[in-house]
């Protein structure tokens, strides 16, 4: 069955880092184009940062660039977000997602695969 596992969420201080991985499984993960999204509490779910199956390209919203770093090893099925300079606004939880299509999306609706998401706490 396809499955999505994030791992890689917990508490840190403002400033830190965290590096969350989701482990995919259950399809051809090469043919897909990721995205790592969140939701803080009280809000809607918002695309994060995504890449692009072949070519790798890559997405970031405004709010993290030059912060985080979305990458992916095709070799062992995994993904990952690197997340530096942790702010107390990035709190939320957050699943990775996989879509059947080449091209990077941020539309939630274009994702066909969810992971159960992984809670990040940045504390002040």
């Known amino acids: 069955e396809v499955q999505l596992v994030e791992s890689g969420g917990g508490l840190v201080q403002a400033g830190g880092s965290l590096r969350l991985s989701c482990a995919a499984s259950?399809?051809?993960?090469?043919?897909?184009?990721i995205g790592w999204f969140r939701q803080a509490p009280g809000k809607g779910r918002e695309a994060v940062s995504c890449i692009a199956s072949y070519d790798h390209r890559t997405y970031y919203t405004d709010s993290v660039k030059g912060r985080f770093t979305i990458s992916r090893n095709n070799a062992i099925n995994t993904m990952y977000l690197q997340m530096d300079s942790l702010k107390p606004e990035d709190t939320a939880v957050y699943y990775c997602a996989a879509r059947f299509q080449f091209l990077v999306s941020a539309r939630i609706s274009d994702y066909d695969y969810w992971g159960q998401g992984t809670q990040v706490t940045v504390s002040s």
């Open positions: 259950g399809f051809t993960f090469d043919d897909y184009a």
